[in-house]
């Protein structure tokens, strides 16, 4: 398996989701049901996609990117709310293109060979398939929280 054969599924799941993301209410990026709004879980999704380029790709992060959604030291406690729709759709737009090009920049030999990262040893068709999943998840708490979610009121 290489580049090229995960590239279309890559893709696909990617343009479901962010016609999802494009198509939500502004307003609603502060729903939340439990511990992230929705606004939240968008930009931890494409705070992950840069952190799997850099550990299973050798794509370094950016460094004008501030990971704020990460569950490290004092994890959970004073969580950032995101709220400019525009701004999440960029970030995730830009994290997209920056893992498919470390993707592509990745000799065939290496997408079997298991790296060190943070969560253990995966390969990168592993790391693929985890992010897949982890979108498939993300987009699914969105619907939940849309349906059920009570409706903030404007103040």
């Not at 993301?21 to 840069?50: C, F, T, W």
């Not at 030999?109 to 298991?114: I, S």
């Amino acid at each position: 398996m290489s580049f090229a054969t995960v590239l279309p599924i890559w893709e696909s799941i990617q343009s479901r989701f962010h016609k999802m993301v494009k198509a939500l209410p502004e307003q609603d990026l502060v729903l939340q049901i439990g511990p992230a709004s929705i606004g939240y879980m968008l930009r931890h999704n494409a705070e992950v996609e840069y952190m799997f380029a850099d550990w299973f790709f050798g794509a370094p992060m950016p460094a004008d990117l501030e990971v704020v959604t990460n569950r490290g030291p004092g994890g959970g406690k004073n969580k950032p709310t995101f709220t400019n729709l525009e701004e999440l759709v960029a970030l995730l737009e830009q994290s997209n293109n920056y893992l498919i090009e470390a993707m592509k920049n990745l000799p065939d030999e290496k997408w079997h060979q298991p790296v060190e990262s943070p969560m253990g040893p995966s390969t990168p068709i592993e790391a693929i398939g985890r992010l897949m999943y982890h979108t498939g998840i993300h987009a699914g708490q969105i619907s939940l929280i849309q349906k059920n979610a009570p409706a903030v009121k404007a103040e």
